[in-house]
């Protein structure tokens, strides 16, 4: 409608619909539209390419990713740190976890060709980077990257001490995730309930609940006001340590405190019934879980049937 009004798209309006059509999953009507702009002599600009890549790498199309960044490097369009993110995430997303080694190896190639053309990593470019190591239970290269950022100037986010210290649970290397949480504590930069969520079930997992049950203490004295995940940790350790009581407590306190449980709540709390020998109970809690609204998933038909 507007080419025949007379009203010629410009590279703005090209780039708003190319948006559009990614956001919405349309990755390749936005590339037909992208060769349409070309073919009209409108140049697309660095977000529009960008905003391709991106969804392009979210569909795991890797190689088309690869093969609009190599074009926008032989045009007068340069990658910009953003476009290398995305490659590096999306390389990183590709496969399995445990398959995983050679991709990181590609996201590493990807990362240093960044740095090789003039373009500093970012605090996210890292973090990308120390996930999927992380993830691969790689954790020295998580941590030497986590070394380099301090060494070029970038201060560590939360995100960063919370990959690095699942990284170092997962790795069974306890008594150092318990020190870079605390020398992150200690450093002043405040830490959210998803770092704090990570150290819970770091300590629950290797069998420490009185230790867990502190930092949850220091939670509710300090803040991060302790959300229903963290109460779902601890009152999933609570039952598996036996602690049917303490877990039931816990659990019938939530309402009170505002909390509604979730589906995983109920399903663990139902575990520790089960294991204590309280089945009835566990089943009346079951039956309870659809009129409080929560609809029981094929994990809590499990557990119930088992129990």
Same mark, same amino acid.
């Given at each position: 409608?507007?080419?025949? #009004?007379?009203?010629?798209?410009? =590279?703005?309006?090209?780039?708003?619909?190319?948006?559009?059509?990614?956001?919405?999953?349309?990755?390749?009507?936005?590339?037909?539209?992208?060769?349409?702009?070309?073919? #009209?002599?409108?140049?697309?600009?660095?977000?529009?390419?960008?905003?391709?890549?991106?969804?392009?790498?979210?569909?795991?199309?890797?190689?088309?990713?690869?093969?609009?960044?190599?074009?926008?490097?032989?045009?007068?369009?340069?990658?910009?740190?953003?476009?290398?993110?995305?490659?590096? !995430?999306?390389?990183?997303?590709?496969? !399995?976890?445990?398959?995983?080694?050679? !991709?990181?190896?590609?996201?590493?190639?990807?990362?240093?060709?960044?740095?090789?053309?003039?373009?500093?990593?970012?605090?996210?470019?890292?973090?990308?980077?120390?996930?999927?190591?992380?993830?691969?239970?790689?954790?020295?290269?998580?941590?030497?990257?986590?070394?380099?950022?301090?060494?070029?100037?970038?201060?560590?986010?939360?995100?960063?001490?919370?990959?690095?210290?699942?990284?170092?649970?997962?790795?069974? #290397?306890?008594?150092?995730?318990?020190?870079?949480?605390?020398?992150?504590?200690?450093?002043?930069?405040?830490?959210?309930?998803?770092?704090?969520?990570?150290?819970?079930?770091?300590?629950?997992?290797?069998?420490?609940?009185?230790?867990?049950?502190?930092?949850?203490?220091?939670?509710?004295?300090?803040?991060? =006001?302790?959300?229903? =995940?963290?109460?779902? @940790?601890?009152?999933?350790?609570?039952?598996?340590?036996? #602690?049917?009581?303490?877990?039931?407590?816990?659990?019938?306190?939530?309402?009170?405190?505002?909390?509604?449980?979730?589906?995983?709540?109920?399903? @663990?709390?139902?575990?520790?019934?089960?294991?204590?020998?309280?089945?009835?109970?566990?089943?009346?809690?079951?039956?309870?879980?659809?009129?409080?609204?929560?609809?029981?998933?094929?994990?809590?038909?499990?557990?119930?049937?088992?129990?």
């Amino acid at each position: 409608q507007m080419a025949e #009004r007379g009203c010629k798209p410009d =590279v703005f309006t090209y780039t708003s619909i190319v948006n559009g059509l990614c956001k919405t999953g349309n990755t390749n009507v936005a590339i037909k539209l992208l060769k349409k702009m070309e073919e #009209r002599g409108v140049e697309p600009c660095l977000f529009s390419l960008n905003v391709i890549i991106y969804s392009l790498c979210k569909d795991k199309l890797i190689t088309d990713a690869f093969n609009l960044f190599s074009k926008m490097k032989n045009s007068s369009i340069l990658p910009y740190c953003v476009t290398y993110n995305c490659l590096i !995430q999306g390389v990183c997303n590709l496969g !399995q976890w445990k398959e995983a080694t050679s !991709q990181m190896d590609e996201a590493k190639k990807v990362f240093d060709l960044m740095i090789s053309m003039g373009f500093l990593p970012d605090v996210r470019s890292y973090n990308i980077l120390i996930n999927g190591y992380c993830k691969c239970i790689r954790i020295d290269e998580s941590m030497r990257l986590f070394d380099e950022m301090s060494q070029i100037g970038l201060i560590p986010d939360s995100f960063t001490y919370t990959t690095l210290i699942g990284g170092l649970y997962l790795s069974r #290397r306890d008594l150092a995730a318990k020190k870079l949480f605390k020398e992150n504590s200690v450093s002043g930069r405040p830490l959210d309930v998803v770092t704090y969520a990570t150290m819970l079930v770091g300590l629950c997992n290797s069998g420490n609940l009185d230790e867990a049950l502190k930092l949850f203490q220091a939670m509710k004295d300090n803040g991060p =006001v302790p959300n229903i =995940v963290c109460y779902s @940790i601890i009152i999933d350790c609570m039952g598996k340590s036996g #602690r049917i009581e303490d877990a039931r407590e816990m659990f019938s306190s939530l309402s009170a405190k505002g909390l509604h449980p979730t589906v995983f709540t109920y399903t @663990i709390m139902i575990n520790a019934l089960c294991k204590g020998g309280f089945l009835h109970e566990a089943y009346d809690l079951f039956k309870k879980m659809e009129d409080h609204g929560c609809l029981p998933n094929s994990c809590s038909y499990n557990t119930i049937i088992k129990g």
